[in-house]
């Protein structure tokens, strides 16, 4: 049984990320295209500026551009690629209104009733929505996806965590221009540059991996007990964020040990098979030279990371390059393989 769906922000960078998948989804029919009153009432090949590769799917330009008001949200399931700032009011308006929303974005990701979900790491925290139901009278729910950056790096530490623990991580990130929207860095920044800051990036990097690792009791998260510290740029990349991790570990394991746990590593969206998951969420390579964003950014269909590079380090204990495609599985195929999983779990679908 397919259910409705819609994408608030469905005009930007990441809005656009989810069209192509859901065109032609398994479980969701994409029945309404929200944006700001900027966009709102023109079709949508007026109101966006497609920048992706592949072209606008077919009949998608002509669909008429609706307002993020509940009232004019036909769907079950809203995927939320607002900026922050707007989500703040938006999204639980929608989450009152009965919708269940799968939000990109950063505001309520930290809250403490909301799942910060990585179907790959914490499945069980979707529990927490009946918490968030009856903690605020709510018919709806928000899930989130963690930071772009977070999940490349979770991602690949959770077999490693459930393995041998973790006691500090350090994260050198290269972050990809489509990261900050379409708008958000201007050419002549970046161009033959590096910027060695990115606002708000490392606090994000450094505190989600702990929510996300954490175990749930029932009422709360009991957050897993490890260090992150962070170090972000942003780099001349169109699509891919690149990160270097180092990890101390609670007990001993080699780098073939790391590799092993990494390569086996499968998780419930695999068992469910879940359409939009990886058949290998981790993707280890042993050329000296791999991961690079140009090429292993679509591996898995942009959905699975791809880890190189992993050996022993003399101050942490082990370091690895990990690389993931950051507007899909840092952004609309995040929040796609969140819904897929609500779709099974919690609607019983
Ligand atoms: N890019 C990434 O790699 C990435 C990764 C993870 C998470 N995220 C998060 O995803 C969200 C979207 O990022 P983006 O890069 O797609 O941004 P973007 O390209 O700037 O797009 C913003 C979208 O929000 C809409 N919007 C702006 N103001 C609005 C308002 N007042 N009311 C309703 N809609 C409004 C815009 O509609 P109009 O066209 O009508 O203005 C547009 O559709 C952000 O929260 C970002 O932090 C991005």
Not at 47 to 55: F, G
Not at 260 to 269: I, N, S
Request: charged share 25%.
């Amino acid at each position: 049984m397919k259910i409705k769906v819609a994408v608030l922000g469905a005009t930007g960078m990441v809005g656009q990320r989810f069209i192509q998948p859901l065109v032609d989804h398994p479980f969701f029919e994409l029945s309404c295209l929200a944006a700001s009153g900027r966009s709102a009432g023109k079709p949508y090949k007026e109101a966006t500026k497609w920048v992706l590769d592949e072209n606008m799917p077919e009949g998608i330009g002509d669909t008429v551009v609706v307002a993020c008001d509940p009232k004019e949200v036909d769907a079950d399931i809203v995927f939320s690629a607002l900026p922050s700032s707007i989500a703040k009011e938006v999204e639980p308006a929608f989450a009152k209104a009965g919708f269940i929303v799968a939000s990109n974005a950063s505001t309520y990701r930290m809250g403490p009733d909301i799942p910060l979900l990585i179907p790959e790491v914490n499945p069980e925290h979707l529990d927490m929505i009946e918490v968030q139901k009856k903690n605020h009278g709510w018919d709806g729910c928000i899930v989130t996806n963690p930071n772009c950056s977070t999940i490349m790096a979770i991602l690949s530490m959770k077999p490693v965590f459930d393995a041998f623990g973790i006691e500090s991580a350090f994260v050198a990130t290269m972050q990809a221009i489509s990261g900050a929207g379409y708008s958000g860095v201007k050419s002549m920044a970046i161009l033959d540059n590096v910027i060695p800051f990115i606002g708000g990036e490392e606090d994000k990097v450094e505190t989600e991996g702990q929510k996300l690792l954490g175990k749930f009791n029932g009422e709360k998260i009991e957050f897993a007990d490890f260090k992150v510290s962070a170090s972000c740029n942003r780099v001349h990349v169109l699509d891919g964020h690149t990160e270097n991790v180092f990890l101390k570990t609670r007990e001993p394991c080699t780098p073939e040990d790391v590799k092993k746990v990494m390569r086996d590593f499968k998780a419930l969206p695999q068992e469910l098979k879940l359409p939009t998951a990886p058949e290998n969420p981790i993707i280890v390579r042993e050329e000296p030279d791999r991961p690079q964003p140009r090429l292993d950014r679509g591996a898995g269909n942009g959905m699975s990371v791809t880890v190189g590079r992993v050996r022993k380090d003399s101050i942490f204990d082990v370091k690895y390059t990990v690389m993931g495609h950051n507007t899909i599985r840092g952004a609309a195929g995040a929040s796609i393989l969140n819904a897929e999983l609500i779709y099974k779990k919690v609607l019983n679908l």
